[in-house]
């Protein structure tokens, strides 16, 4: 399983990114994906998550209603889009796909939310 994030930048407070998370052939029939992220000095925390089997969907407390996971299995792709950014957003993002005890991470896209 390979993963590679992209769409990360700086914006101003306010302002959205979408994420992209690239996935190998497959990998969405069979696997959670879930983004997660680490600020500086932070551990790293889940973000929001999206079931390979009904489409449910989970988010943090400190993303819910600003946030939205979805995937496009023909693509092999998990988007993040991300609204009404705030300063504490800033860290880098990753992308993780999960089943059972298996699990594969991306290398992380940077995001900095910045006046």
């Known amino acids: 399983v390979q993963l590679v994030e992209s769409g990360g930048g700086s914006v101003q407070p306010g302002g959205s990114l979408r994420l992209s998370c690239a996935a190998s052939?497959?990998?969405?029939?069979?696997?959670?994906i879930g983004w997660f992220r680490q600020a500086p000095g932070k551990e790293r925390e889940e973000v929001s998550c999206?079931?390979?089997?009904?489409?449910?969907?989970y988010y943090s407390d400190a993303v819910k209603g600003r946030f939205t996971i979805s995937r496009d299995n023909a693509e092999n792709t998990v988007y993040l889009q991300m609204n009404s950014l705030k300063p504490e957003d800033t860290a880098i993002y990753y992308c993780?796909?999960?089943?059972?005890?298996?699990?594969?991470w991306g290398q992380g896209t940077q995001v900095t939310v910045s006046s």
């Open positions: 993780k796909a999960w089943v059972g005890s298996h699990d594969y």
């Open positions: 052939k497959d990998t969405l029939n069979y696997y959670h």
């Open positions: 999206i079931s390979s089997s009904d489409d449910s969907t």
